[in-house]
């Protein structure tokens, strides 16, 4: 799905350095890395604090332990994300309340996320799923009146531009609600070469309780003030990190070309529903997700790709709400239309950075001589 050995050859001598500088003064753990990637960050993404942290799965829990939620309170979310969005509420014992997405963004619906508000929901966490914003004008104005937290989670589109449709102005995605938390795994659009993640925020106090809940919650050396985790954002991965972020722009241009290929190409048939970007947003495409109509056996599809070694894949084949270890009395199937009927039907093809216009015709090609049949 992704092309990691190419775009790294591409910036070979400059990463292979910044990795050689880390080795030889041995300041592997917080060192000056760290805080040059992190201060190039929050300048890229207009915020006032960046705090790296081991994965975008910690930079969500860490987000929900900053804002002091208690075991039952309600985060709402949706049902068709990945799976480390609900995680972090069950295991900090909140309750994930779920809520069906659109079914032209694959994003959360705001009118459903103000239906599920009850007495006992203190936050909302949109997904930014495939790349685009979600409608996030629409949930702060919900928050603000239902006074409500927003933890933004940017894991997926990290370079994404929102324009607010009142005022025109433009901010990063991630950056709108009170915490916004992305993830630098390998193949995400901004990806280190292991594990990464960061949560971002433009408050003073909730930047200063992340930073100490990320560090075993101390600020002085063994005192210890609340009770933390250790999630660290190695020094060479802020290393490799502060290359790919100078490149992030023209990374997402790649994506978006290879994008608007795949859009034009399947314009002849109707059997494919080619992704819809909000005129909110732009889309940085961290995947390509098309819509196969009923008709269109996507088993077969995938198999026939595979033979032409094309990689597809589903993401996601289970709504949360359906998944084994997030079983709940409150939730039947059927309860979210648009997330089941795009759970079967969803398909994502390669988008990466290296992808040339003879790879397109090929997958393109092939995706179609199966679905026209
Ligand atoms: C929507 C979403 N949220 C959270 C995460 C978690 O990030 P990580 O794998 O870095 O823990 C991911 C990444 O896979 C993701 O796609």
Do not use: W
């Amino acid at each position: 799905m992704v092309d990691l050995v190419g775009q790294y050859k591409k910036i070979k001598p400059e990463v292979d350095a910044a990795i050689m500088e880390v080795m030889e003064n041995a300041s592997f753990i917080n060192g000056p890395a760290v805080k040059k990637f992190q201060q190039h960050f929050e300048k890229y993404l207009g915020v006032k604090h960046v705090i790296p942290c081991g994965n975008g799965t910690d930079a969500l829990q860490l987000a929900l332990m900053a804002l002091d939620l208690q075991p039952g309170d309600e985060v709402i979310t949706t049902s068709f994300t990945f799976i480390a969005t609900a995680e972090v509420i069950a295991l900090l014992k909140l309750t994930p309340v779920l809520v069906d997405v659109l079914p032209d963004t694959y994003n959360i619906d705001p009118e459903a996320v103000e239906k599920a508000i009850t007495p006992k929901t203190k936050a909302i966490i949109p997904v930014h799923l495939f790349g685009q914003s979600a409608n996030i004008h629409a949930i702060l104005k919900i928050a603000q009146k239902h006074n409500l937290f927003i933890v933004e989670d940017t894991a997926q589109a990290i370079g994404a531009d929102f324009t607010c449709p009142e005022s025109g102005n433009t901010k990063k995605a991630g950056t709108f609600g009170h915490i916004g938390c992305t993830s630098f795994f390998p193949s995400k659009n901004l990806g280190a070469f292991g594990d990464g993640g960061a949560a971002f925020t433009n408050d003073d106090e909730l930047a200063e309780k992340l930073r100490v809940l990320a560090n075993h919650g101390m600020k002085v050396r063994y005192y210890h003030d609340m009770v933390g985790v250790n999630s660290r954002l190695d020094s060479m991965q802020a290393a490799i990190l502060d290359i790919k972020l100078s490149h992030l722009d023209e990374y997402a241009e790649a994506r978006q070309k290879a994008a608007a290929y795949y859009n034009k190409a399947f314009s002849v048939t109707d059997k494919i529903q080619t992704p819809v970007t909000a005129d909110f947003t732009t889309h940085v495409f961290h995947q390509y997700t098309m819509v196969l109509a009923d008709e269109v056996d996507r088993e077969g599809l995938q198999k026939h790709l595979v033979n032409r070694g094309i990689a597809s894949a589903v993401y996601y084949p289970v709504p949360l709400h359906l998944q084994k270890a997030y079983r709940d009395p409150r939730y039947q199937e059927g309860d979210f239309p648009v997330t089941e009927y795009l759970s079967h039907h969803v398909l994502s093809l390669p988008v990466h950075t290296e992808m040339t216009e003879e790879i397109l015709k090929e997958i393109t090609g092939a995706v179609l001589e199966f679905v026209e049949g």
